[in-house]
């Protein structure tokens, strides 16, 4: 070859890597690998009837692949919805943008907000897509199939907003939420143009994210059930989605694990999962109330106000330190009945203020059952006779006149005259128990009057002593060890008690302690 020939090629090739380069910057998805491979997990059926998880890992084009946005919506009508919603979103946002820099075709579909985007180009990029035929008819909203699938694994038929007091259904929604991008080259819509779009561009693979798993994620048109009747290869994202159900409805586990336990239902019969971390590489989201102690307030009483001053000390004190708090309000029309009671199925402390109610029996059945199985029990001012109704109650409803001796370790039998403020001290040799820590028992006063208590069972702990004038002191706060359970209570409550800093943080370190879990030296423990 002559030296001309071999000068021209050199040019020839360096041309050609220039030109390689220069398209590898303006086309990042060309230069990257874009293969995706997912660690997919489904629920086989095996031979005895019985499911099996089987793991695989396939290899999707990018360029033939969809990621389905469903539902991510600025406000739901459940505050806990909404709240979910905008903690996972911003991971959400980093799944999408990794799926989009390798090709992945990015469908928001926030269905009836349509509107919102009506002259968006993403939203005119979903309507130019023609019209398909298709074998099997597409369906506006994709039911529950019988044929297909068993019943869902949770009762959702209130809705699923697992608040207390449940929230207001209303549509509350007007886009998508503002945390995930939606950039040009997306599309939007909330139709079977998702499939149109699809097929225009030969994608044959979806992925399925949003909410919510046991409604809009199986149900509407551009998602699980649908796509997977039209034969498209679909997989759910499970870390990021969410339920509506209510944990106080069957089959009673926590949020969270009723929305696995519908993802194992996906895995049954509809399709495989994935974790996000196979488009991020980091670890599989998970909600902070999954990690979250869980404590169930029980509130019916008339004297000290309770009904306003708990669900204040629960919203300042334990929900910013990580403590998700549930508060159950005796009826009004019948101060026996406390609905909402079955949170206690999946709670992991009981507070108890209640005053001489003798609930349903079904209903103070959990209250038994919640103790008998060792979990932690916190009582304030008239939980000493929260159950005890003198022998007389309704027909189908229960007492339970010993919760104060068998399960707070007191031994409740009158007070002195109200009017007269207590001294409080702290009890000999418990200087440094931790629920005192960082309480300065001399800097308040029992405003209540003083409980007679002495003497306490056996394996009480006294931790606060009250003293009047011309009579015995008694304990005003102590723990007690009831089977498994770790147990606080304090005569203490009055309503002007919580306007004192020093009680606020003795009760607050009670129910840390309560759970089992260390407090700080100065009381200012956080399990976030």
């Not at 389905?68 to 406000?75: A, N, R, S, Y």
Request: glycine share 6%.
């Amino acid at each position: 070859m002559s030296a001309r020939r071999s000068m021209r090629l050199l040019q020839v090739t360096y041309a050609l890597l220039l030109a390689a380069f220069a398209a590898s910057l303006s086309n990042p998805a060309s230069a990257a690998d874009t293969t995706l491979k997912l660690a997919t997990r489904s629920q086989v059926r095996q031979d005895s009837g019985e499911f099996k998880t089987a793991e695989t890992t396939v290899a999707w084009d990018a360029q033939k692949t969809a990621i389905v946005v469903c539902d991510m919506w600025d406000k739901h009508w459940c505050v806990g919805a909404t709240r979910r919603v905008a903690e996972m979103a911003p991971r959400m946002n980093e799944v999408i943008s990794a799926a989009r820099d390798k090709g992945v075709l990015i469908i928001h579909c926030p269905s009836s907000c349509l509107d919102f985007y009506k002259d968006t180009p993403m939203r005119k990029l979903a309507q130019q897509a023609p019209v398909v035929e298709t074998k099997i008819p597409l369906e506006r909203w994709c039911h529950l199939d019988m044929s297909h699938e068993s019943a869902l694994p949770i009762d959702d038929s209130d809705g699923g907003c697992d608040c207390w007091p449940p929230c207001k259904n209303y549509q509350a929604w007007t886009r998508q939420i503002d945390a995930i991008e939606i950039r040009e080259g997306d599309a939007i819509t909330d139709s079977a143009e998702a499939y149109y779009l699809m097929k225009q561009r030969g994608i044959d693979n979806v992925i399925v994210m949003g909410v919510h798993t046991n409604m809009c994620v199986l149900g509407r048109p551009f998602s699980i059930r649908q796509m997977v009747n039209q034969g498209q290869n679909v997989v759910l994202m499970r870390d990021m989605t969410d339920t509506m159900y209510n944990s106080r409805m069957k089959p009673f586990v926590p949020h969270v694990k009723g929305t696995d336990l519908v993802i194992e239902h996906i895995e049954k019969y509809w399709c495989p999962t994935i974790a996000s971390t196979a488009l991020t590489a980091q670890p599989a989201f998970t909600f902070a109330e999954a990690q979250q102690p869980h404590v169930v307030f029980v509130i019916g009483e008339d004297e000290y106000e309770t009904n306003v001053t708990l669900p204040k000390f629960a919203e300042q004190q334990l929900e910013p330190r990580g403590i998700r708090c549930t508060i159950i309000h005796s009826d009004e029309a019948d101060k026996n009945n406390f609905a909402g009671l079955a949170a206690l199925k999946t709670a992991d402390l009981l507070f108890v203020s209640v005053r001489r109610r003798s609930p349903p029996k079904d209903q103070l059945d959990l209250v038994r059952e919640f103790v008998a199985a060792g979990k932690p029990v916190v009582g304030i001012r008239t939980a000493s006779h929260a159950f005890h109704t003198k022998g007389t109650h309704p027909e189908g409803h229960d007492e339970w006149q010993e919760f104060d001796a068998e399960v707070l370790g007191g031994n409740y039998h009158g007070h002195h005259a109200n009017g007269i403020t207590s001294v409080l001290k702290v009890a000999d040799g418990m200087q440094e128990h931790p629920i005192l820590a960082g309480v300065s028992v001399d800097s308040f006063v029992g405003s209540g009057s003083l409980y007679l208590v002495s003497p306490l069972a056996k394996r009480a702990k006294p931790l606060i002593i009250g003293s009047i004038p011309d009579h015995p002191a008694e304990p005003v706060a102590w723990t007690h060890q009831h089977g498994d359970s770790r147990v606080f209570y304090t005569s203490l409550g009055h309503v002007s008690d919580f306007q004192n800093e020093a009680f606020n943080k003795l009760l607050t370190n009670a129910v840390i302690w309560a759970l089992a879990r260390p407090v700080g030296t100065n009381g200012d423990t956080t399990l976030q």
